[in-house]
């Protein structure tokens, strides 16, 4: 059965750092782009970045996220520095299969994850 599992969310002051993890079982990640999003209470689910052929990010996340990929264990990493308030959401990984492609953000993803809290607050 194939499954994404996020990790790494928790509590954050503004201008710290988190990785979170989305580790695949089931299913090899490395024939799949891979896409981080994040949605917001009362907001809309918002794409942050995607690999897969190339690397995509969102504006709001461009040079303070990071995304990263480990095919041998199957995991792809999301690096957050300088975190910000409105960072603050549920993060999923999800996993297509193609490349990202410049629209990326609004492709039909297959599989995707459960979702992990990131919570930036002082």
């Known amino acids: 059965q194939a499954q994404l599992v996020e990790s790494g969310g928790g509590l954050v002051q503004p201008g710290g750092s988190l990785r979170l993890s989305c580790a695949a079982s089931g299913f090899s990640l490395d024939i799949y782009a891979i896409g981080w999003f994040r949605q917001a209470p009362g907001k809309t689910r918002e794409g942050v970045s995607c690999?897969?052929?190339?690397?995509y990010y969102g504006d709001s996340v461009l040079g303070r996220f990071t995304i990263s990929r480990d095919d041998a264990k199957n995991t792809v990493y999301l690096q957050m520095n300088n975190l910000k308030h409105e960072d603050t959401a549920v993060y999923y990984c999800a996993a297509l299969d193609s490349w990202c492609g410049s629209n990326w953000y609004s492709r039909e993803y297959r599989y995707w994850g459960q979702g992990t809290q990131v919570t930036v607050s002082s």
């Open positions: 690999s897969g052929g190339s690397t």
